[in-house]
């Protein structure tokens, strides 16, 4: 079963950058496309980036410009490299995936279906 813990996020100025890392267990990562995902206080699950098996990124417009997704398969991680950080960037972060074989080029865009989720990492960005 595959198992996500986030880490690398904090607190941070705007403007500032962070990093995020999504280290996979229990499964090799290169099976599945994985995305984040951000949950601000009082809100819904807002999709963020994926990548996909093969590398295809794909990004939410909130994220186009700012953020960048990655992967190393031979560490078996996921990361999201955040520039320009906004206040409205304020959540906590979460990578998922689920089982199936949709293809090399699929990567979750939508937080619904999912079943392998991270217990995430707060980040906080100062204005």
């Known amino acids: 079963q595959l198992q996500l813990v986030e880490s690398g996020g904090g607190l941070v100025q705007s403007g500032g950058s962070l990093r995020l890392s999504c280290m996979a267990s229990?499964?090799?990562?290169?099976?599945?496309?994985i995305g984040w995902f951000r949950q601000a206080p009082g809100k819904g699950y807002e999709a963020v980036s994926c990548?996909?098996?093969?590398?295809?990124?794909i990004y939410k417009a909130s994220a186009k410009g700012r953020f960048t997704i990655s992967r190393d398969n031979a560490k078996n991680t996921v990361y999201l490299q955040m520039n320009n950080l906004k206040p409205e960037d304020t959540a906590v972060y979460y990578c998922?995936?689920?089982?199936?074989?949709?293809?090399?080029?699929?990567?979750?865009?939508?937080?619904?279906?999912?079943?392998?989720w991270g217990k995430g990492t707060l980040v906080t960005v100062s204005s």
């Open positions: 998922a995936s689920t089982d199936g074989d949709f293809g090399d080029y699929w990567c979750p865009t939508h937080e619904d279906g999912l079943h392998y």
């Open positions: 229990g499964i090799s990562l290169d099976y599945y496309g």
């Open positions: 990548i996909s098996k093969n590398g295809h990124e």
